[in-house]
């Protein structure tokens, strides 16, 4: 069995199928008695889980945390919503589950729709309990993170918020149906160092409790291996581990070319944990901070306040290296429950980060405020996602003045910080030599500027063979991009996944690139490239490359080289 290699490393363990959540569809019943009794079976169990819920995130997080799980209780014993339930079933028959959710459409549609803050972050409240009840009552089970043995999470797909819920030190890997190297899920993987493997067309031969090992760079899984490849896998992860180990020697040293030419390997993060990856590996600054990650598994926005802690956790700790912290990349595959999104054809073409930020002042407002309060912590870069035209930046810096205002009159404190932008729509990159003049710096983001140059969804596993990075028209775009950035005397980074992709780094490199931001994971082995790259080689590497007329040719071309 195989399937597309998304997060390097060897994962082993019992095979956990998590089902889908599906809505429940209309189904009627002739034993309404039975669905009551199941009714009330899955309130009790989801009640015990809740206080056990309370108390474990009261220990492990903190009181005002555990106070959710504690407001969950009471919606579930709500008498309304019990009650509505209950009518449906007897006076309609629906079968519980449907019961529920009809019940949870109603009162979500109802509290979104009040002209209260307070009450519409509530919906998200109630569709949690509900889908908690619906879950229980189809049997789809939570993960047993208990278990003595490591588990492979098999599913037909993770979202970005089910990767950050799980627990590193339980969890030996991932094997997806759907996804590629640059869905968001793929992406935290690699964060947190956990083996992955997406885009497995026949996945449904998987079956819970089977032991499987698996390979996260070439994609190969085994199911029940025998001995002989149990022992080939052993000797690979004593392999792959002894690298690890003698990378580490270059822990401290500087990333610096033969001829002398230093550039800058920073890290991407999700969340300020990820910065002990980021230690670990002597990141030298962070390239991204992905804040969206702030907003998600939670149901209401993160405060200013909250914000403004995470911002100077990660400035601090990062003592004066740079730190790119990107406002709400929203949208696409990253969804927020509590936002009130509409339904979209194309999400990724559609109402998201800037696009959406901007027609959110407030919102929008409420993370400059805490970004501008921790410029004073640390070398911070406040960076723009999905910017396509000038009035985008523009209308961003007026907000900035606006909030510089309203921290003043407040008598609250901020620094100096730069300004910049991400690179990831063709329209920014064509005109970056106009851009350039409005921002401090530009960063390219690949794995968005990939999927809208080539018309390729980037989480679509049919065609991931025509989303490549060595597309004629990607390397010209970034060659322009840096171009033209320099020329206007900025800084030009590139925080997309091909920055750290060892076969491109070279190509990069000779373009003039001077920051690459990374999975914390692959710092290391970059520097040991870089230290062994000059100038003069990489530059005749790139007129080669920019000779050849197709992607195919070009891939195959330097992975040769670089075998
Ligand atoms: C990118 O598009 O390259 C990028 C870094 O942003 P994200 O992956 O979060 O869309
Ligand atoms: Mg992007």
């Given at each position: 069995?195989?399937g597309?290699?998304?997060?390097?490393g060897?994962?082993s363990?019992?095979?956990f199928?998590k089902k889908?959540?599906?809505?429940p569809?209309?189904k009627?019943?002739d034993?309404?008695e039975s669905?009551?009794?199941?009714?009330?079976?899955s309130?009790?169990?989801?009640m015990?889980?809740?206080?056990?819920?309370e108390?474990?995130?009261?220990e492990?997080i903190g009181a005002?945390?555990?106070?959710?799980?504690k407001?969950h209780q009471m919606?579930l014993s709500?008498?309304?919503l019990?009650?509505?339930i209950?009518q449906?079933?007897r006076?309609?028959?629906y079968d519980?589950s449907?019961?529920v959710?009809?019940?949870?459409?109603?009162?979500v549609?109802l509290f979104?729709g009040?002209?209260?803050?307070y009450m519409?972050?509530r919906?998200?409240?109630?569709?949690?309990v509900?889908?908690g009840l619906?879950?229980l009552?189809?049997?789809i089970?939570d993960i047993d993170?208990?278990s003595?043995?490591?588990?492979?999470?098999?599913?037909?797909d993770?979202t970005?918020s089910d990767?950050?819920?799980?627990?590193k030190d339980?969890?030996s890997?991932?094997i997806?149906?759907?996804g590629?190297?640059?869905?968001?899920t793929?992406?935290?993987?690699?964060?947190?160092?956990?083996p992955?493997v997406v885009?497995?067309s026949?996945i449904?031969?998987l079956e819970?409790?089977?032991?499987v090992i698996?390979?996260?760079s070439t994609?190969?899984?085994?199911?029940?291996?025998s001995?002989v490849l149990?022992?080939k896998?052993?000797?690979?992860?004593?392999?792959?581990?002894?690298?690890?180990?003698?990378?580490?020697?270059l822990?401290g040293k500087?990333?610096?070319?033969?001829d002398?030419?230093?550039v800058?390997l920073?890290?991407?993060?999700?969340h300020p944990d990820?910065?002990?990856?980021?230690l670990?590996?002597?990141g030298?600054g962070?390239?991204l901070?992905r804040s969206e990650?702030?907003?998600?598994?939670r149901?209401?926005m993160?405060?200013?306040?909250e914000q403004?802690?995470?911002?100077?956790?990660?400035?601090?700790?990062?003592?004066?290296?740079p730190?790119?912290i990107?406002?709400?990349?929203v949208?696409?595959?990253?969804?927020?429950?509590?936002?009130?999104?509409?339904?979209?054809?194309?999400?990724?073409?559609?109402?998201?980060?800037?696009r959406?930020c901007l027609d959110h002042?407030?919102l929008f407002?409420?993370q400059?405020?805490?970004?501008?309060?921790?410029s004073?912590?640390?070398?911070l870069?406040?960076m723009?996602?999905?910017?396509s035209?000038?009035?985008?930046i523009?209308r961003?810096?007026e907000?900035l003045e606006?909030c510089?205002q309203?921290?003043t009159d407040?008598?609250?404190e901020?620094?100096?910080?730069?300004l910049?932008?991400m690179?990831?729509?063709?329209?920014a990159?064509?005109?970056?030599?106009?851009?350039?003049k409005a921002?401090d710096?530009f960063?390219i983001?690949?794995?968005?500027?990939i999927?809208?140059?080539t018309?390729v969804d980037?989480?679509?596993e049919?065609?991931s063979?025509l989303?490549?990075?060595?597309h004629?028209?990607?390397l010209r775009?970034i060659?322009?991009?840096i171009k033209?950035?320099?020329?206007?005397?900025?800084?030009v980074?590139?925080?997309?996944e091909?920055?750290g992709?060892q076969d491109?780094i070279?190509?990069?490199f000779?373009?003039?690139l001077?920051?690459?931001?990374?999975?914390p994971s692959?710092v290391?082995?970059?520097r040991?490239?870089?230290r062994?790259?000059d100038?003069?080689?990489?530059?005749?590497?790139?007129?080669e490359?920019m000779?050849f007329d197709n992607?195919?040719?070009?891939k195959?071309?330097?992975?040769?080289?670089?075998?």
């Open positions: 069995m195989k597309i290699g998304a997060s390097p060897f994962g363990g019992r095979v199928i889908e959540f599906n809505e569809i209309l009627c019943v034993d309404f669905e009551l009794d199941q009714l009330k079976w309130s009790d169990l989801l015990e889980k809740l206080k056990t819920l108390l474990h995130t009261t492990t005002e945390e555990g106070e959710i799980f407001a919606m709500d008498p309304e019990v009650g509505k209950k449906l079933i006076e309609k028959k519980a449907y019961a959710k009809v019940v949870k459409d109603e009162m549609a979104l009040l002209d209260n803050d519409k972050e919906a998200a409240d109630i569709k949690d509900c889908n619906i879950k009552l189809l049997g089970e993170y208990h003595e043995e490591p588990i492979v999470i098999v599913a037909h993770l970005p990767t950050a819920s799980i627990p339980k969890v890997g991932f997806t149906a759907i590629g190297v640059t869905s968001h793929a992406i935290m993987s690699r964060t947190l160092e956990i992955a885009g497995v026949d449904s031969s819970d409790g089977q032991y698996f390979d996260g994609g190969e899984i085994t199911i029940d291996p001995e149990l022992t896998h052993k000797v690979k992860v004593e392999a792959y581990e002894q690298e690890k180990i003698l990378l580490q020697s822990i500087e990333s610096l070319s033969k002398g030419r230093k800058e920073a890290c991407n993060i999700g990820d910065l002990e990856y980021v670990d590996n002597d030298e962070i390239g901070f990650f702030l907003y998600m598994n149901s209401s993160p405060s200013e306040e403004f802690t995470a911002y100077k956790t990660v400035l601090e700790q990062m003592k004066d290296k730190v790119v990107r406002t709400l990349d949208g696409g595959d990253k969804q927020l429950s509590y936002l009130d999104f509409p339904k979209e054809e194309n999400p990724f073409l559609g109402y998201r980060a800037i959406y002042p407030e407002k409420i400059l405020r805490a970004l501008l309060r921790a004073i912590y640390g070398n870069k406040i723009l996602p999905m910017i035209s000038l009035d985008q523009n961003t810096k907000l606006i510089k309203e921290l407040k008598g609250q901020y620094d100096s910080y730069e910049g932008i690179i990831e729509i063709p329209a990159a064509i005109i970056s030599d106009q851009l350039a921002v710096f960063s983001g690949t794995n968005d500027l999927q809208y140059t018309a980037r989480m679509n049919t065609i063979e989303y490549t990075p060595y004629p028209a990607l775009l060659q322009t991009v033209n950035g320099h020329k206007a005397g900025i800084w980074g590139m925080c997309g091909v920055a992709q491109m070279p190509l990069l000779a373009m003039g001077d920051e690459f931001s990374m999975s692959s290391l082995k970059s040991a490239l870089i062994s790259m100038q003069e080689s990489a530059n005749s590497l790139l007129e490359v000779q992607a195919k040719e070009i195959e071309y330097l992975q040769k080289r670089q075998a």
